[in-house]
């Protein structure tokens, strides 16, 4: 057992947590926090100030770890998942990640996250100031409120580019990239479909994600963005688990121009120059066939979302050990 504490809040978002910069040299700690989306607060049922993090939306952090639960209660209402975003050290800010030429690693715990529930770790082009997407006209606003989310599928109605580094359980993984016509928030024509991988449906490889790689237990996940300046060559990803660095099965599979078309991959460059904002999510829906059933993996695609939140209300993926440096830097076998 894990048992994670609350952090210390260092602004009017969230909790603490940290994460590491890293250079052939090594790894430099960054103080952050999390705070959450406006909407979890929760839909101003109470003042966004006075969100109590783990009673409320079921979101802890420890140092470098960060918890979120499937299932909470706030004012008498039943509340699933969360959405989070990264702050900066100055607790006033999102952090900005420009990717082209990095790689961005992290640990997850899915062992707890099955069949009809989604834990995403994404990127989107959201201002760093929270001033523009969704709930920028409150009162409230700015980062420290957890204002100014858009997404590649206008989820909340502004559309932006978004790369999703991981859409997964411990039945299922896809990593996706949804670029738009033009960089900036507030844009059309942004790819809600996107190009992805998913090892199951994309290369046949049936016992890859929970056999080959084993989700009944922590592993690290690594995302190379391969290129220099405004240009991405291609977007690479590894796991490493039980002291060994693991592929993906079929290279020619990574997201790149002769996979997912020039354009999809040219447009997802001119947004990774402006800067992307992490997000932690944890979802679910019914049947969710599109992530882990049908041809992309195992489950049925009739799960009720239901009978998951009674039967595991405490269910949790856990996030851990991130880090954000030049290639082959942020890992080891």
């Known amino acids: 057992m894990l048992g994670l504490l609350v952090g210390f809040a260092l602004s009017k978002g969230g909790p603490a947590l940290s994460w590491s910069e890293c250079t052939k040299a090594g790894c430099t700690p960054h103080t952050a926090s999390v705070v959450s989306d406006w ?10 100030d006075a969100l109590d993090y783990d009673k409320d939306i079921g979101v802890t952090t420890s140092g470098g770890s960060l918890s979120q639960r499937l299932v909470s209660k706030s004012t008498g209402k039943k509340v699933i998942g969360s959405r989070l975003y990264l702050l ?23 062992a707890q996250i099955g069949c009809a529930v989604n834990a995403a770790l994404y990127t989107v082009e959201m201002a760093a100031d929270g001033s523009k997407g969704s709930g920028s006209n409150r009162a409230k ?8 989310y858009c997404d590649g599928n206008y989820v909340d109605g502004t559309g932006c580019a978004e790369f999703d580094i991981q ?7 896809v990593y996706t990239t949804h670029g738009c016509s033009s960089p900036g928030q507030g844009v ?13 449906r994309d290369s046949g490889k049936k016992a890859f994600w929970g056999t080959t790689i084993n989700t009944a237990q922590k592993v690290t996940v690594v995302t190379q963005f391969v290129g220099s300046g405004a240009s991405l060559t291609e977007i690479r990803r590894r796991y490493v688990q039980g002291g060994k660095v693991i592929d993906v099965p ?7 121009a002769a996979f997912c078309g020039a ?58 050990n991130i880090k954000f440096g030049d290639i082959d830097t942020t890992y080891s076998a």
């Open 39 to 48: 909407k979890d607060g929760v839909q101003d049922s109470i003042d966004f």
């Open 188 to 200: 059309q024509g942004c790819g809600t479909s996107g190009c992805g991988y998913n090892v199951y």
């Open 141 to 148: 606003k700015g980062a420290e409120y957890g204002t100014g």
């Open 167 to 173: 859409e997964a359980n411990n039945k299922a993984m």
């Open 88 to 110: 900066d050290s100055s607790g006033t800010k999102y952090q900005l990640f420009k990717f082209i030429g990095k790689e961005f690693t992290y640990d997850v715990d899915l």
């Open 263 to 320: 354009q999809k991959i040219s447009g997802i460059a001119r947004s990774f120059v402006n800067g992307h904002v992490l997000v932690f999510s944890l979802w679910d829906s019914d049947g969710m066939s599109w992530l882990d059933g049908g041809n992309a993996g195992p489950c049925t695609g009739n799960e009720r979302v239901a009978q998951i939140e009674d039967a595991n209300p405490n269910a949790k993926v856990v996030w851990s």
């Open 250 to 256: 079929d290279k020619t599979k990574y997201l790149n």
